[in-house]
């Protein structure tokens, strides 16, 4: 009986992960470039006692990370001139900051005291041949769909657009980045498009999430009332034996 209340707690530990997780997607359900994610979940199985065929091994429920859906979000008109949206799915913006080179879907970008693209968090957003600099004297750039910046009429750089083979090696971090955690290296996303004067929404679904919420209530609930059915069994079982001895 032990047994299913170990289990039943290790359902407990990941439903309270998984809240975690939907909670945090609501929270961003209007951040800008903000992709869903969900609970990963596995089976561990623990070791047999040594009476092996009288009492198989438990399964105890494992939390093995979280996954993310990088699908394409709502695309908002903003009128903003550094505002840019990516048309297409899982390619990304690359910017820099002091740890190195990373990526973002948030194009909400703005420019510093030196006339530098940069995010919003202040970091610098990369172009085909490094920093993108614009003069503030020429007026507002226009970018076309494949990314080119120009001012005046004339080109002064390329947005940076690139994807991953394969979208597991990248890992979330602050301020909207993602940083790739292997030696994978990001492929030049030719057919995305950029869309100037918008932002992609978030793909968070809150109808969606608010009913995830409330199945994860019901079955932390669930599984509480049956690890306290178990330990009034194991409690009624050890009075039961001491009567009888």
């Known amino acids: 009986m032990e047994n299913a209340a170990y289990a039943g707690l290790s ?3 990941t439903l309270r992960r998984e809240l975690d997780v939907v909670a945090n997607n609501i929270a961003n359900a209007d951040t800008s470039g903000f992709k869903v994610e969900q609970l990963l979940l596995g089976t561990e199985v623990g070791e047999r006692a040594r009476n092996a065929f009288v009492r198989p091994g438990v399964s105890f429920v494992l939390d093995n990370g979280v996954g993310r859906d990088y699908g394409q979000g709502v695309l908002e008109q903003t009128g903003r001139t550094l505002d840019f949206a990516i048309e297409g799915d899982a390619a990304f913006f690359k910017v820099q900051d002091g740890a190195g080179e990373a990526y973002t879907r948030d194009g909400a970008f703005t420019l510093d005291p030196e006339g530098r693209l940069t995010t919003q968090g202040g970091h610098a957003v990369l172009g085909d041949a490094g920093e993108i600099i614009l003069d503030r004297t020429l007026g507002e750039p226009q970018v076309g769909a494949d990314g080119t910046i120009s001012q005046n009429g004339q080109p002064v750089g390329r947005l940076g657009l690139v994807r991953f083979a394969t979208l597991g090696v990248l890992e979330k971090d602050g301020d909207g980045l993602y940083r790739n955690a292997s030696n994978a290296a990001p492929i030049e996303a030719n057919d995305a498009r950029v869309r ?9 679904n809150p109808i969606l999430e608010i009913t995830n ?7 932390y609930e669930s599984v509480t009332r049956m690890i306290e059915n178990t330990n009034d069994l194991s409690r009624r079982a050890v009075e039961r034996l001491g009567r009888a001895s």
């Open 11 to 13: 359902r407990q530990m």
């Open 196 to 204: 100037q004067g918008m932002l992609e929404g978030s793909n968070v």
């Open 213 to 219: 919420l409330i199945e994860i209530q019901r079955a």
